[in-house]
């Protein structure tokens, strides 16, 4: 290769890098912890029943992350206490090979992992700007489910060790 062609393909190359639109890590960090918020309103509003009545008890509290690019944050993690047993919420991070975020769910018996999914269609906007949860099936972490109330319960009941 000559020297023009090695200089021409380098600049193509830098040129086409400088040409994609930035990150901007603040906007992805408030999204990302705006997405975990969201989650718990959810699965407090899945187990609502279980909390009116004193069955379950929904403990938010902080845990501070520290991710390359988005750096040390606060963001909400809870536990679920039933029966005197309990499962732990834990979020692991915005920048997971293959999803936007992973919230993991921690009981006595098993655990499940939620994950951030970008959808595949075409956007103008980030991909991960219209990221949906799912729950990752513990054999295939490539078969997800849509998270939804029943998919939730059904974790929960699992991981718990109840039968259903």
Do not use: C
């Not at 718990?40 to 009116?52: D, M, N, T, V």
């Not at 929904?58 to 029966?83: A, C, H, N, S």
């Not at 655990?111 to 970008?118: I, Y």
């Amino acid at each position: 290769m000559s020297d023009d062609d090695f200089s021409s393909k380098v600049r193509q190359f830098a040129r086409e890098r400088t040409s994609e639109p930035a990150i901007d890590w603040d906007v992805r960090r408030t999204w990302w912890t705006s997405r975990v918020d969201d989650l718990f309103q959810k699965i407090g509003a899945w187990i609502e029943p279980l909390l009116s009545d004193g069955t379950a008890d929904l403990q938010p509290g902080m845990l501070t992350l520290k991710e390359d690019y988005i750096g040390t944050y606060p963001i909400t993690q809870g536990v679920i206490r039933i029966g005197g047993e309990s499962v732990q919420i834990i979020p692991r991070g915005t920048l997971i090979v293959g999803a936007a975020g992973r919230v993991d769910l921690k009981g006595p018996v098993g655990d499940a992992m939620l994950l951030l999914v970008q959808p595949s269609t075409p956007s103008t906007d980030p991909q991960w700007i219209h990221a949906s949860w799912y729950l990752a099936n513990a054999q295939s972490r490539t078969a997800l489910a849509p998270l939804d109330q029943q998919v939730f319960q059904n974790t929960l009941l699992d991981i718990l060790g109840i039968a259903t």
